[in-house]
């Protein structure tokens, strides 16, 4: 007899790890790990996923209780090591096993079951409308030799269809009328060929002229370093990490490409993420240019039918190069020599709902459980991959930091120009563009060259400013930027939840706390603002292109616009944080950024780190081919640390003041962070339990070196939805177990109906 472990996908048991059942014979191999099956549980029937079999019966349950699996509902999605990975996502994150488990099973796939009759066996619901297939017609060589009835008009149209090449039966109808009864009967006289095959939904192709990726003839030193270095990495099968760090430009992108190349000769094949946002056909376009047919693309874009089939190709062992966006490392590719995640300290490699793991850290333990090598790459590293290569080890695998500092060739960093907005008014500027963006913006238009404008969305307009001298109101109790709230006209501090109507903050009048001016605004321009004063400065000629949200909500806009910014002489694009990243395009002369600092008075810990990256991202895009490239930054705060340090492209002076901040506060790299939220409509509720889950982690804490406790306090957003939101804040020593503690005692406290929680370990975005 065998016997499976079977995680249920019932969410109020799932919490408590597996179920024993017996593998009834009858039931085949079919019942192997990773399958989705159907047991008895409760007196009623649960789906739930195979996360081990054994031939041990289990220990604490007799052979005579042990209830047998019911039916197999869906052939196996995951393997050992990756039930293992699931199993550690669970504890790490302190979620239920299986919302750890989902994301390793097939796109579509739901829990929900059916069946056609009461007799008939269960099926799940799927989302996906299964695999498609359609029927091809071709010419046989019996066509050379046959011609058809002058009355057959039909038939001759389709033969002369098919004289260019197979086709698909529903195409030729769409141009014939009764095109299908012509190729039957062609088909029964031996003249056409039809065959079924199976169609892949929606390949994306690209005509973006840079993404052929012509190999180079020489590889950089830095390239040839960080190969070697992958190579060691990859011999060790140890799970080990190599950081790239290497300026925009430096070629990473050609190091992943060498990388897979190696891994492929090796009979292996590579997991490769990348940020959603910069997972454009020019990104695909390169790594399709150079393995064809043996990358799958995996990402929220696509259809869900058109995913199920890239990730049918990599299960079926067709495609051994999986491009895709953070969930893409969950794909069921056999045996990857390689995962590599590109612009590693991206935030959104943290995924904001259950299970919120963070891509870094699962694709570490998948590396380790594999044997594989594990490649970051970036301009920018995290803090925390530089802290874990400065120590050489994290988590029993080696991690080494190769730097690649320049461009190949002759391609230099950007010159880069720091503008004070507030010196800008004080002259009377009172346009969105700077004198100097407006003199770099007519040198691009002479030269007929390309420009990027990017427009930082993130904590926009959610601050009062002076207009003169840049300050922004903070709380006098917290040392906090007090939050706008337009609605209200009132600043509030999030922190201690404050709150003062803006006409009387801080003495009656509207006042600037610092100058005294009466220009204090939340004022805030958008991109189709930036676009019509660009319509007006710039002659005619100069093509605008305008990329955002709005301009980018249909499929494949996207591209659309790239391409015309590709083909355009020369042209302006105008962007949100989507432009900042991976776009390649050597005639890009010119990078403008609007308002650099919207981010920094965010209350966020990473802020000064984060708005660094984002500018030398978007700084990154300038000056990538023969031409030598300039930035423009305009900011209210050009002696900020991180505006000084990307003048210079020196992050490492930049990082060092902030890193012995972090050190001091407990904050991470040196730390780990979790957020707890509780949220519900009744506010006594919410209090009642947030306080009650703070005392529990305080209590199984005391004492313990590292560990600290802050709140609970009101959200950044205290009410959603007619719901009050707060919040429990748990630092821990960068090794505890972080999950397992905060699991406990979420477990160890009374959770009323009506009130909600969700644990955020190692927390990005706080909610
Ligand atoms: P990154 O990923 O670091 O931003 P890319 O890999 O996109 O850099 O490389 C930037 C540009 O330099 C690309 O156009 C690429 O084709 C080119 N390139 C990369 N490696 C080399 C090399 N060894 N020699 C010449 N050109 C290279
Ligand atoms: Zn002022
Ligand atoms: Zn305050």
């Known amino acids: ?160 269809a098919l004289a260019a090449g197979p086709q698909r039966v529903s195409e030729l109808s769409a141009t014939i009328p009764g095109a299908a009864s012509a190729v039957g009967a062609l088909a029964k006289r031996g003249v056409v060929a039809v065959a079924t095959r199976r169609e892949l939904r929606g390949i994306e192709s690209t005509s973006l002229s840079s993404a052929a990726a012509p190999r180079p003839a020489r590889l950089t030193d830095g390239q040839v370093e960080a190969l070697a270095a992958i190579g060691r990495a990859r011999a060790a099968a140890f799970g080990d990490v190599v950081l790239v760090d290497g300026v925009t430009g430096s070629g990473k992108t050609e190091v992943y490409l060498a990388a897979i190349e190696r891994a492929l000769a090796d009979g292996q094949g590579a997991l490769v993420l990348v940020p959603e946002i910069s997972l454009t056909a020019q990104t695909v376009g390169r790594f399709r240019s150079r393995f064809g047919e043996e990358v799958a693309v995996l990402h929220s874009r696509l259809s869900v039918g058109e995913r199920f089939d890239q990730w049918d190709l990599v299960r079926q062992g067709r495609a051994h190069v999986v491009v895709g ?129 990017l427009l930082n969305r993130r904590g926009f307009a959610n601050f009062l400013m002076c207009r003169e001298c840049g300050c922004v109101p903070e709380c006098p109790h917290c040392s906090t930027a007090l939050t706008y709230h337009e609605r209200t006209h009132a600043l509030v501090c999030h922190t201690c939840a404050r709150s003062w109507p803006v006409a009387a903050y801080p003495d009656p009048s509207t006042r600037c706390p610092n100058c005294g001016s009466r220009y204090l605004a939340a004022f805030g321009v958008g991109t189709q603002r930036v676009e019509d004063e660009l319509g007006m400065l710039l002659p005619e000629g100069v093509e605008v292109i305008r990329m955002d949200a709005d301009t980018t909500r249909s499929k494949g806009a996207h591209q659309r616009l790239l391409e015309r910014f590709d083909a355009a002489e020369c042209a302006v694009l105008v962007g949100t944080q989507m432009i900042a990243k991976g776009l390649d395009f050597p005639e890009v002369t010119l990078v403008g950024v609007i308002n650099a600092d919207t981010m920094l008075k965010l209350p966020d810990f990473r802020a000064a780190e984060r708005t660094y990256d984002l500018l030398e991202q978007v700084a990154g895009r300038a000056g990538r081919g023969a031409r030598a490239g300039e930035v423009v930054i305009q900011t209210y705060w050009a002696t900020h640390p991180a505006m000084r340090a990307v003048a210079t492209h020196d992050r490492a002076t930049f990082l060092a003041p902030e890193l012995a901040e972090r050190a001091e506060a407990g904050y991470p790299p040196f730390a780990r962070l979790a957020n707890v939220v509780v949220w519900g409509r ?86």
């Open 1 to 160: 007899m065998r016997y499976a472990s079977v995680a249920l996908d019932i969410p109020t048991r799932a919490l408590e790890g597996t179920f024993d059942y017996a593998a009834p014979a009858a039931l085949g191999p079919a019942l192997a790990v990773g399958a989705t099956v159907l047991v008895p549980f409760s007196h009623r029937a649960a789906v739930g996923y195979v996360m081990a079999v054994s031939d041990e019966p289990p220990a604490n349950v007799s052979a005579q209780q042990i209830l047998p699996v019911a039916q197999v509902l869906a052939a196996p999605a995951f393997d050992d090591a990756s039930a293992r990975v699931a199993s550690w996502m669970a504890r790490a994150y302190a979620c239920p096993l299986c919302d750890a488990v989902r994301p390793f099973l097939a796109p579509g796939q739901k829990v929900k079951v059916t069946r056609p009759s009461p007799d008939a066996p269960w099926e799940l619901v799927s989302e996906k409308a299964g695999p498609r297939d359609a029927r091809w017609a071709s010419l046989t060589p019996e066509a050379n030799d046959f011609t058809p009835t002058r009355a057959a008009s039909r038939q001759r149209a389709v033969i002369a």
């Open 325 to 453: 966006a953070r969930s893409a490392l969950f794909a069921p590719l056999a045996s990857p020599g390689l995962i590599i995640i590109d612009e590693e300290h991206e935030g959104s490699y943290k995924q904001d709902k259950s299970p919120r793991y963070h891509a870094r850290e699962v694709a570490a333990r998948m590396a380790a459980e594999r044997g594989c090598a594990l490649v970051l790459g970036s301009a920018t590293p995290s803090l925390e991959s530089l802290e874990r290569c400065r120590e050489g080890r994290f988590s029993g695998a080696a991690w080494t930091r190769v730097k690649m500092p320049e461009r190949p060739g002759t391609a230099a960093l950007p010159q880069v120009t720091v503008v004070d907005m507030a010196e800008q008014f004080r002259g009377g500027g009172r346009s969105i563009f700077s004198a100097p963006l407006v003199r770099a913006l007519e040198g691009v238009v002479e030269r007929r060259e390309k420009a990027v404008l």
């Open 682 to 767: 009744r506010e006594a509720m919410v209090r009642e339990v947030s306080a009650a889950f703070a005392d529990a982690v305080r209590a199984r804490t005391e004492g313990l070196a590292g560990w600290e406790v802050l709140g609970p306090a009101d959200c950044v957003k205290a009410r959603a939805k007619d719901q009050v939101r707060r919040h429990v804040m748990v630092k821990a020593p960068a090794d505890a177990d972080l999950g397992g503690v905060l699991r406990g005692c979420a477990a160890s406290i009374r959770r009323p109906v009506g009130s909600n929680m969700a644990v955020d370990i190692d927390a990005y975005d706080l909610m």
